[in-house]
């Protein structure tokens, strides 16, 4: 009862996130403020075209396919159908959020290649090894940082633009890692894994009364 209680408890708090999100981009396109586009050294430019080109259609529909794959490898059942929610979701509504907000100036919208670059770290968070998050981690944030300063050189962007490329991606990681929650194979790790704070606290308080 305790882990269920748990269970659903953070599947709230992932639900307000992706609720919170929502609000915060439909305010963004209401309120539609005022924000000068971003600028970065015209020398990098070149280095930027071949950032933004690698991050097409079939790109992405392939890292895609290769983390639905370790998903499947991994057994996580759930996991399969976290990554496509978060990386086709996160994509298609980019693309809704564009043509909605199409009055809006092009800079407060999002850059559908962060949103990419985005989605896909989220996917591969979710689905990878716990022992491999800490570098996937990094390295995420690294590609995530290159490919925001690249769009930003190629298509005119604001702050607002990006922070709105993000909220899209975090809507849909927060939808997709709900789902993970209750994946039967995910759920079963829980249970085994040891409570470390319990046990160092526990180790702690045998030592004081040696």
């Keep these: 009862m305790t882990e269920s209680n748990s269970t659903l408890r953070r599947s709230v708090h992932r639900l307000a996130v992706s609720a919170a999100g929502t609000v915060l981009l439909c305010a963004l ?3 539609k403020p005022a924000s000068t586009a971003l600028t970065f050294p015209e020398p990098l430019r070149s280095v930027a075209d071949q950032v933004i080109s690698t991050i097409d259609v ?3 529909l ?4 290769v983390l639905a794959v370790v998903a499947m490898l991994r057994k996580l059942s759930y996991g399969i159908g976290a990554v496509l929610a978060l990386c086709l979701g996160a994509n298609l509504t980019s693309a809704a959020v564009r043509a909605w907000a199409a009055d809006a100036p092009s800079v407060l919208l999002p850059s559908g290649h962060v949103v990419a670059a ?5 996917s591969a968070i979710l689905v990878s090894a716990p022992r491999f998050r800490p570098v996937i981690a990094g390295l995420g944030f690294a590609l995530i940082l290159g490919v ?6 190629v ?6 633009g990006l922070v709105a490329s993000l909220v899209v991606s975090s809507i849909w990681w927060a939808l997709a890692s709900t789902l993970m929650l209750y994946s039967p194979v995910a759920a079963k ?3 085994l ?3 470390t704070a319990a046990m160092a606290f526990s180790r702690h308080r045998s030592s004081l009364r040696l």
Excluded: K, N, Q
Excluded at 118 to 122: D, F, K, T
Excluded at 155 to 160: A, L, M, R, T
């Design 189 to 191: 790790r829980e249970e």
């Design 118 to 122: 985005a989605a896909l770290y989220g």
């Design 29 to 31: 396109y209401l309120v």
């Design 58 to 60: 079939t790109s992405v």
């Design 62 to 65: 392939v890292a895609t396919v």
């Design 155 to 160: 298509d005119p962007i604001s702050v607002y």
């Design 193 to 195: 894994r040891p409570d």
């Design 148 to 153: 925001a300063g690249a769009s930003a050189l």
